[in-house]
Nanobody
Framework: QVQLVESGGGLVQPGGSLRLSCAAS????????MGWYRQAPGKQRELVAT???????NYADSVLGRFTISRDNAKNTVLLQMNSLKPEDTAVYYC???????????????WGQGTQVTVSS
């Protein structure tokens, strides 16, 4: 079992910045990758950015060049630095952790409660 707690959301004007953090606890040794997903009202949850235990990153095209995902391994935390925010970035942002079995044949996803990001004038 993995527990995830997000923080850092809030209200920001277009062009502004926010930093989201996600702290993992529980069976953290089993986590293969962590990332951020977001869900706007009436829309499906979508990938924002992910980072593997080896440091490989992946970004949605819509945030590439504006958002940066990073890890703090000592604190079992993943960060999402969001710059040049746009109104279309408004969503609930969810932290995700993917675990894998020792054989790397199975995986499970865990989700945080979400943190609201609102970009508005």
């Amino acid at each position: 079992q993995v527990q995830l707690v997000e923080s850092g959301g809030g209200l920001v004007q277009p062009g502004g910045s926010l930093r989201l953090s996600c702290a993992a606890s529980g069976r953290i040794w089993s986590i293969y990758a962590m990332g951020w997903y977001r869900q706007a009202p009436g829309k499906q949850r979508e990938l924002v950015a992910t980072i593997t235990s080896g440091g490989t990153t992946n970004y949605a095209d819509s945030v590439l060049g504006r958002f940066t995902i990073s890890r703090d391994n000592a604190k079992n935390t993943v960060l999402l630095q969001m710059n040049s925010l746009k109104p279309e970035d408004t969503a609930v942002y969810y932290c995700n952790a993917r675990t894998v079995s020792s054989s790397s044949t199975t995986s499970n996803d865990y989700w945080g409660q979400g943190t609201q990001v609102t970009v508005s004038s």
